[in-house]
């Protein structure tokens, strides 16, 4: 029997001091703060029926998908799929934006933000995360299924599902750390029912740098 919804969770915040640009290096990890936005998206869905669990590989996906593993008595599946993109800015410490620009050793990188250039391409993005998806979807006993991934993997889908065109300016992102983005599956398609910020209390407290 297939899910009756679906669940995009962003991870928490991530221990991160220095400001890098992580994408997919490894060892960054949920700050303090982080787990506690994590339990409080899992405490949010106390109730509901959770049949399946999934997350990226990426550390901070597997730590924020811990408490609903824990809350709901279910293995956490990794899905290679739902990963973070690749982008060429990663371990940088800069905030990406207009001022790269001032630095000209990133020019080649930028020449194309519609694709994007600078890593892998929006519609690559889209078109796994959709896969996986639909496969979560299929593959589950009823119920609804959750779904651990990152800021711009997750935005792909809302524009995705909204109809809008992919290419978007990163600080613009209705993503915040810990939101939940919930689909439906009506005739052939997902379509949004439901987005909320169970952490939205804690986001002040929150440092949330690198979108790319």
């Not at 029926?49 to 996906?61: D, K, M, N």
């Not at 609903?68 to 279910?74: A, C, E, K, T």
Request: one cysteine or more.
């Amino acid at each position: 029997m297939p899910a009756n919804l679906i669940h995009l969770v962003r991870h928490g915040e991530v221990h991160n001091p220095q400001g890098v640009l992580y994408g997919r290096i490894p060892g960054y990890h949920l700050s303090e703060l982080g787990h506690k936005m994590a339990e409080v998206a899992a405490d949010s869905f106390e109730g509901h029926p959770i049949t399946a669990l999934y997350a990226s590989p990426l550390q901070r996906a597997q730590e924020s998908a811990q408490p609903w593993s824990d809350r709901f008595g279910l293995d956490i599946v990794t899905e290679d799929r739902i990963i973070e993109p690749t982008n060429k800015f990663e371990g940088k410490t800069f905030e990406f934006g207009p001022q790269v620009l001032l630095r000209p050793q990133s020019w080649p990188w930028v020449v194309n933000p519609w694709l994007p250039s600078w890593g892998e391409p929006f519609a690559s993005v889209a078109d796994r995360m959709l896969a996986a998806i639909e496969d979560a979807w299929s593959n589950a006993d009823g119920g609804e299924v959750v779904m651990v991934s990152h800021q711009m993997p997750i935005v792909m889908v809302q524009r995705y599902v909204s109809g809008r065109r992919l290419p978007h300016d990163p600080r613009k992102r209705r993503c915040s750390l810990s939101s939940i983005t919930t689909l439906e599956r009506r005739d052939d398609v997902f379509v949004e029912v439901g987005y909320s910020e169970p952490a939205a209390a804690l986001l002040g407290q929150a440092a949330d740098f690198g979108a790319v």
